[in-house]
């Protein structure tokens, strides 16, 4: 009889011959196969589960006998009566391989599980975290040898996993010699490896079955978003958001840029003030989940280049200005407790790089996220937020820009404007005819004409409904091509009412009852400049890259979800195109997040990616300026918009009451222009 037998592993396919009486995790780590062990084959983490198969393989050309593999030993049959094993499964690191067999891996035992994101378009997402657990059994100090608990525990990692050159923060070194005596010299260790080189990141005393955990966070303008994150398979576990504290400051970049510059340690405000809202969403994640902090071993933030450095504590001032010059475009690697976020000792965080001054690590987490350079057909890609990042390209080319919106999208700004919340009126749809109007508000399936709506409390209009409604004004002729609101007579209901030297729609009146909640001649001012900083940033990549329409355009950003597409349209937010063709893609720079958080190979394949975008400047473009002019125009002045055209119809109405006098029915000639 031979004395190696042949073993072939599914689903990867890799085959080899082993020594008779290897055990199924050395064979699968001899072999390379992806077959997972945190207790490093002492049998008590159960991450190796695997599934030896019997009988006839003619495609492997095997016949495989039930005596294979080793029966159950002792160490598999008190797991199975304490914790249970499916049928067939058995413990790699137990399981000894006696003939030529295959053995599959399910993909709850894989290191770097595939998950499938679920968003506009499926991509499969390999995990492979930065930071892993490990479990170490430690030698007890000796009288007669003088070595530190750390490097005796660098010796069980060396000697156990191999992992040789470990290091540690002087944080961790503090927690050491408590945890390692609680644990009785049995613990886990989260061993942090981006590539340079292992680091000890935490350490909890003896085996930890439960996962470790990361934050994925959003730090946008307005608003932080963040997920807390099992860095065992990715699935998140709690969501929250809070709007950023620096809106006091300003409530645009520039704004907060300007605030820096002429208030002496404005900037260290701004930073104590954005550290503080991160450090309590971290805190809020954690406790909705039911998590310790310190079982927080990582971090992954994006955010646009003035976040950036405020952030890190670093002056944007140099960003207020040509050449908007960036302190470091790198991507960056650092503890978690810089930036005021409470987690293990030595939790680490990483910013995506950033493109260029303009635009930051947020665009570059939709880039990761989006892939648009995987892609023949050309995707417009508008992350839409307070300071829009807007990707154009395929696997030619990609180009970058940011165009600086306001804060208008996202409901600031807005007289009756409002975050996002229960009580928001965030669809709604008016009668062309009657020009009465219904909607629905967060928290609440029906619309306001339904029987079954109630009477909830109404609290204001969030983004996405403030981007419907003057859509919807635009359709059915309360709002011209301008965007001039009419009057009661000129449109023909009473819910016109005038508003100083203006008019303004009501939407809700709750009187003594509740708020009233109407769209004003600034609100549309409002939107259009925000539309037509979308527009102008957006065609003008177009310019650049030689096109006058794109294959398909994705809408991202924290609400881009709750975006309508034909809304978008007809407010002029986006150039021209098929509406299915027009998709969403919710928060994408969240999405690019979180991939990073659970793939280093994610985090390299950005980091390369960005040296290849070509950044256009719309601060320093004169077409900029020009396309902006145009876009003013619901939805454009020039551009003739035929595929919306084929979907809504947009009454040739003009308000302009600079000139003569009604023509009987409500209607105005239009300036020349």
């Known amino acids: 009889m031979s004395d190696d037998v042949q073993v072939i592993f599914t689903p990867s396919g890799k085959r080899g011959r082993v020594a008779r009486g290897t055990k199924v995790l050395a064979a699968a780590r001899k072999l390379g196969v992806d077959l997972d062990s945190v207790c490093g084959g002492r049998g008590v983490c159960s991450k190796c589960q695997c599934t030896p198969s019997f009988g006839d393989f003619p495609k492997l050309g095997l016949h495989v006998d039930p005596d294979a593999v080793s029966p159950l030993n002792a160490v598999e049959e008190r797991y199975d009566r304490v914790r249970g094993l499916k049928p067939g499964r058995r413990l790699g690191c137990q399981t000894e391989i006696l003939d030529d067999v295959v053995i599959d891996v399910p993909p709850e035992s894989q290191v770097h599980k595939q998950v499938v994101r679920k968003a506009a378009s499926e991509r499969v997402m390999e995990m492979d975290p930065a930071t892993r657990p490990v479990y170490v059994e430690v030698k007890e100090p000796d009288m007669h040898r003088p070595e530190g608990d750390f490097q005796r525990l660098a010796q069980a990692l060396e000697k156990q996993w191999q992992v040789k050159g470990v290091r540690a923060d002087l944080e961790v070194l503090r927690v050491l010699q408590p945890v390692l005596r609680k644990g009785d010299w049995k613990v886990t260790v989260a061993l942090h490896d981006a590539g340079d080189g292992p680091r000890v990141t935490g350490?909890?005393?003896?085996?930890?079955?439960?996962p470790l955990y990361g934050l994925a966070i959003d730090l946008g303008s307005t608003t932080i978003a963040g997920h807390l994150v099992a860095l065992d398979d990715g699935r998140v576990l709690a969501s929250a958001g809070v709007m950023n504290p620096q809106i006091r400051?300003?409530?645009?970049?520039?704004?907060?840029?300007s605030y820096a510059m002429m208030n002496p340690g404005g900037d260290q405000e701004m930073t104590q003030a954005v550290r503080d809202a991160v450090g309590d969403l971290a805190r809020e994640l954690a406790g909705e989940a039911q998590v310790e902090t310190s079982e927080i071993v990582e971090a992954v933030v994006v955010c646009n280049p003035v976040m950036h450095h405020l952030l890190l504590g670093i002056d944007p001032v140099e960003l207020g200005q040509a050449p908007f010059a960036l302190a470091t475009s790198d991507s960056l690697d650092f503890p978690a407790r810089e930036i005021g976020i409470e987690a293990s000792a030595g939790a680490r965080v990483y910013i995506l790089p950033l493109i260029a001054g303009h635009v930051g690590a947020d665009a570059a987490a939709v880039a990761l996220s989006e892939a648009p350079q995987r892609r023949k057909d050309l995707s417009l890609i508008v992350d839409v937020g307070t300071n829009a990042e807007i990707l154009l390209g395929n696997e030619s080319r990609v180009l970058a820009c940011s165009s600086p919106t306001g804060p208008a999208f996202e409901g600031a700004q807005i007289s009756s404007g409002q975050r996002a919340a229960p009580g928001a009126i965030e669809r709604i749809e008016i009668d062309p005819a009657t020009k009465e109007p219904r909607f629905k508000i967060i928290g609440n399936e029906h619309w306001s004409t339904d029987p079954e709506f109630g009477t909830p409390r109404i609290t204001g209009i969030c983004g996405s409904g403030i981007i419907e409604a003057v859509a919807e004004m635009r359709m059915a002729g309360i709002v011209d091509a301008s965007g001039l609101i009419g009057s009661a007579e000129q449109v023909g209901t009473p819910r016109c009412v005038p508003n100083g030297r203006t008019h303004e729609y009501v939407i809700f009146d709750g009187g003594s009852e509740g708020p009233r909640v109407t769209v004003t001649q600034g609100d549309i001012r409002a939107i259009q400049l925000a539309k037509s900083a979308l527009y102008a940033g957006a065609r003008l990549l177009m310019d650049e890259m030689g096109v006058d329409t794109v294959d398909r355009v994705v809408l991202a950003g924290a609400f881009g979800a709750h975006i309508s597409p034909k809304h978008a349209m007809v407010l002029g937010m986006i150039p021209d195109a098929p509406l299915d063709h027009v998709t969403s893609a919710?928060?994408?720079?969240?999405?690019?997040?979180?991939?990073?958080?659970?793939?280093?190979?994610?985090r390299r394949e950005i980091e390369d990616q960005v040296k290849k975008i070509t950044k256009v400047e719309t601060a320093i473009e004169p077409r900029f300026q020009e396309h902006f002019v145009a876009a003013n125009a619901l939805p454009h002045a020039t551009a003739p918009f035929p595929e919306l055209r084929k979907v809504a119809t947009l009454p040739d109405v003009s308000f302009n009451t600079g000139g003569s006098g009604e023509d009987g029915g409500g209607r105005r000639r239009r300036r020349r222009g």
């Open 586 to 602: 919710g928060n994408a720079a969240g999405t690019g997040a979180h991939m990073a958080l659970c793939s280093v190979k994610a």
């Open 203 to 210: 350490v909890f005393p003896g085996l930890r079955e439960a």
């Open 249 to 257: 400051f300003g409530e645009d970049l520039m704004s907060r840029v």
